[in-house]
């Protein structure tokens, strides 16, 4: 039976940011395993359903959705990859409270990201 996860990440402790910043967050609805990592078979058959919200302190929210990108996961917003948001190694690393994911932007930039929630969102098996 499929599990679809809803999965907040909040920025981690950066230098600008010593205690992280729960306002720079991301909201996922991803399919994960038993051991919290991405259920690549669930997510090939239902692309659609995972999708990703950015939240930023005055930035309007961006939503798109989280695909994969040659061997890796990126965040999208529109058609192309000028707006793609890499993962580091989030083919092989696990999303459990906790756990810490780094970003890319597509500036260049990497952040390090913190698991601050994972909950079933109630829609598993659709």
């Given at each position: ?72 996961w990126v965040f999208s917003y529109a058609v ?8 580091y190694h989030l083919e092989d690393h696990p ?27 109630g829609a598993s098996g659709l």
């Amino acid at each position: 039976m499929e599990q679809w996860n809803l999965v907040r990440l909040e920025l981690a402790r950066t230098a600008e940011f010593p205690r992280g910043s729960a306002s720079r967050a991301y909201m996922l609805r991803v399919p994960l395993d038993r051991d919290g990592l991405i259920d690549g078979a669930v997510l090939a058959r239902r692309p659609a359903l995972a999708t990703v919200r950015r939240f930023w302190p005055n930035e309007p929210d961006q939503t798109g959705h989280m695909i994969r990108s040659g061997n890796g996961w990126v965040f999208s917003y529109a058609v192309g990859e000028d707006d793609d948001e890499n993962l580091y190694h989030l083919e092989d690393h696990p999303l459990r409270i906790g756990d810490y994911v780094t970003l890319t932007e597509p500036d260049g930039s990497r952040f390090p990201f913190r698991v601050v929630q994972s909950r079933n969102d109630g829609a598993s098996g659709l």
